[in-house]
Every structure is written in structure tokens, then in C-alpha cells.
């Protein structure tokens, strides 16, 4: 039997509306520096808005590496204390 | 001499708000059906959460054309009543 918690994927960066988008964009450039690729997920336009600034400073991080960024958003339904919301979900993807 | 008003780019598409994210994605997907590349500018975190959600949901308008859309997001400054304040670009591209 398997008593684990479900393991976050790999590569999936959750953001709220107060979280430093500098930091985000720090977790998200080293995730980008080993990987193709990456998820944010946020919920509520005070997060989608961090969620794109990260990306926005990443790009500016990454820079150096020649690694250029884009994503992809689609929504996503996201469970919150037993209530079901619609997030949004950013694919980051290396640019090519 | 050229008295005409400055044009704005064509296929740049200025979101605030209370733009409606499916009038916003229905222009986009407009200009996407024609062009190789769009321009979404924002500011302010709900003009942001707009712009975003415009673009998952013009990915769906494009999915029966076999579409799809990448953004590309950086910080730009706009000029909004003789002040100038930070706003997010999405550089839309199609998906090869």
C-alpha cells in the first residue's frame, strides 16, 4: 500500500496573489535552466498577474543562458478547501 | 507633410479591466487567422487577468483551424493620462 502523499509534479510552481514575482521567476529560471519545460498555476487575477510577471523576469534572468521563454495558457480547475475554482494554468516552454 | 494622427500597430490590441476576455479573443483570433504574430498590451493586475484569459480562450477559437498560440510576455511603459506606469506586453505568436 502505498501511504505517500501524491507527489506535486515536477516543474509545477503554484503562485498567489502575494508571491514575489521575483522569486517565482527565481524557482521558475532554475526549473528552465534543467528543463524544457514548466507549469504555474494560479487562481484569481492578483495571482495570473504574478504568474506573468515571473515569467516576464525570467526571461530577463535566463537571458545570459540563451534560453528564451513562452507559455501557454489554458484554464484549469483547481480544488480550494473543498470548493472547486477556475485557475489558470501558464505552459512554459523554451523557446526555439 | 503628414497631419495624419500616428496609426496604432496594426494587430496590437490594448485590453483593461473590464475588456470582455471573449470580445478580446474573438479579435485576437481574428488577427491570428491572418497574421503570424499580435501584440496584447495591459496594465494593472485585472487588465493582466483579462489579457491572459483572452488568449486560452482564442486558443480554443483557433483549435478547429489548427492554430495554436504561444505568449511571450515583457514589461513595457505606457503613458495613461501624462503618467507613465509599468504594463505587461504579450507578444502573440502562432505555435509551430
Redesign the interface.
Known amino acids: 500500500m502505498n501511504t505517500e502523499e501524491p507527489h506535486p509534479t515536477p516543474g509545477t510552481l503554484k503562485v498567489s496573489?502575494k508571491s514575489n514575482p521575483n522569486a517565482v521567476a527565481g524557482a521558475l529560471a532554475a526549473v528552465m535552466r534543467e528543463r524544457e519545460n514548466a507549469e504555474i498555476q494560479a487562481v484569481?487575477?492578483?495571482a495570473?498577474?504574478q504568474a506573468?510577471?515571473a515569467?516576464?523576469i525570467a526571461?530577463s534572468y535566463l537571458k545570459d543562458s540563451q534560453i528564451?521563454?513562452?507559455?501557454?495558457?489554458?484554464?484549469i480547475t483547481v480544488e480550494i478547501s473543498d470548493n472547486e475554482r477556475t485557475g489558470?494554468s501558464?505552459a512554459v516552454?523554451r523557446?526555439h
Open positions: 496573489a484569481g487575477a492578483g495570473i498577474n506573468v510577471k515569467v516576464a526571461r528564451d521563454l513562452v507559455c501557454i495558457p489554458s484554464f489558470i501558464l516552454e523557446r
